[in-house]
């Protein structure tokens, strides 16, 4: 039976990913469409990956940036991390996420959540400690603890990034209240928020 990647991720319980990397290593094979879509022979995958132990546990790896403009950041953060988890002989997945420390709704965040509460992680790895959340990393340690899941920190050091994150998460919080401010139709609350934008970004 051919099934397209994401049918065959979630029948062996690994991610889009990791049957990429493994494709590429040369460990399982696929045919394209026409269209260049992936196509596994789910059988034959069954055979020689059989659908992943529950009971047994492995490594999640975190990396997320701010914004766009950073994306090259996130790469090499990609690259520390699995370079890092392979070094160490672990079984591990690397999740991601573009977008604010201060938003707990990414993707990624919550598909780390998730797994940590399903007992399955053996320990999570992050480049920075705030490659987490800007405020709240200790929530994720916390669980982590609860479920029995060790937390790595690869550099206890901020990252390169750390003022260029830090001014978009305060000028995030600024255009939150602006908002409210702005309702007021206050000329002066206006001046208020700019001035404030300004000082952010001169940061």
């Keep these: 039976m051919k099934v ?11 991610t889009r990913e990791t049957l990429r990397r493994w494709e590429r290593s040369g460990k399982i094979s696929s045919e394209r469409t026409k269209k260049g879509h992936r196509r596994y022979d789910l059988g034959y995958l069954r055979g020689i990956i059989p659908k992943k132990n529950f009971d047994k546990k492995y490594t999640i790896a975190y990396a997320r940036v701010s914004s766009h403009d950073q994306k090259e950041d996130l ?3 990609v690259v520390v991390l699995e370079s890092f988890c392979a070094q160490h002989g672990w079984q591990y997945e690397v999740f991601q996420d ?7 709704s990414k993707k990624g965040l919550r598909k780390l959540i998730k797994e940590i509460c399903s007992g399955r992680v053996e ?5 920075h400690k705030d490659r987490l959340l800007r405020f709240g ?3 994720i340690f916390s669980l982590c603890e609860q479920f029995n899941s060790e937390v790595v920190i690869i550099n206890s050091s901020e990252g390169g990034s750390f ?9 995030e919080i600024i255009t939150v209240f602006s908002a409210r401010l702005y309702g007021a139709r206050s000329r002066k609350n206006k001046k208020i928020v700019e001035t404030l934008q300004n000082v952010a970004k001169e940061l």
């Design 163 to 171: 003022e260029e994150d830090l001014v978009h998460d305060v000028l």
């Design 98 to 104: 573009l977008g604010s420390g201060l938003n707990y």
């Design 123 to 127: 320990r999570l790895v992050v480049v």
């Design 4 to 14: 397209s990647i994401g049918k065959a991720a979630e029948e062996l319980g690994v």
């Design 75 to 77: 790469k090499r953060q």
């Design 137 to 139: 990393a200790e929530l």
